[in-house]
């Protein structure tokens, strides 16, 4: 599960401010970390999200900047519910086509690997690409389209998040 009916709350385990060894960041240059977001299902910890954004970064025009968006896993979840659970967000944000919804779960399921605790999996917004993906600093792949990406990190993002609360919470302190 990427979000369902949950209370997500602030983890201070780290500052924003820490110094990380990322190399799924590194190209994006510059890019700070939002303090890490926990994500409670039902009373059990899923993830803790961790947005790493660019000086200048605004979130009301989020897709046009280079950002990531890394989930770091509490618990064991199999690849393809992750990527099931990704479609059934991204279709309360907008709609799509059923031969879009397939061609995302497919390459989505090839994307996510069953993960288990202190796993990563990172995404990458490429403003005029899509949306790039990495499992615990290994560069799993893309998906070249921009309405996937959009769609896709506003699971987090959008205002019509399930989790608002998690949204509010990623973007505080960052520009509107």
């Known amino acids: 599960m990427l979000l369902g009916s949950a209370h997500a709350q602030s983890n201070t385990v780290a500052s924003p401010n820490a110094s990380f060894s990322r190399p799924e960041v590194a190209a994006l240059g510059g890019v700070v970390p939002t303090a890490p977001v926990r994500l409670r299902v039902w009373g059990f910890e899923v993830y803790d999200a961790r947005l790493w954004t660019p000086r200048g970064f605004r ?14 896993y509490l618990r064991k979840l199999e690849g393809s519910a992750i990527a ?8 309360r944000l907008g709609s799509f086509s059923e031969a879009q919804a397939q061609s995302w779960l497919t390459a989505l399921r090839e994307l996510f690997p069953n993960v288990g605790q202190g796993e990563r999996i990172t995404g990458i917004n490429v403003p005029g690409v899509g949306a790039e993906f990495w499992v615990n600093g290994q560069r799993a792949g893309v998906v070249k389209d921009e309405t996937f990406a959009r769609l896709f990190f506003g699971i987090w993002l959008d205002e019509r998040t399930s989790e608002p609360k998690m949204r509010a919470q990623l973007l505080q302190g960052l520009q509107p």
């Open 84 to 91: 099931s659970r990704s479609i059934e967000e991204m279709r």
């Open 59 to 72: 979130h009301s025009q989020a897709m046009q900047h280079p950002f990531a968006l890394e989930l770091q």
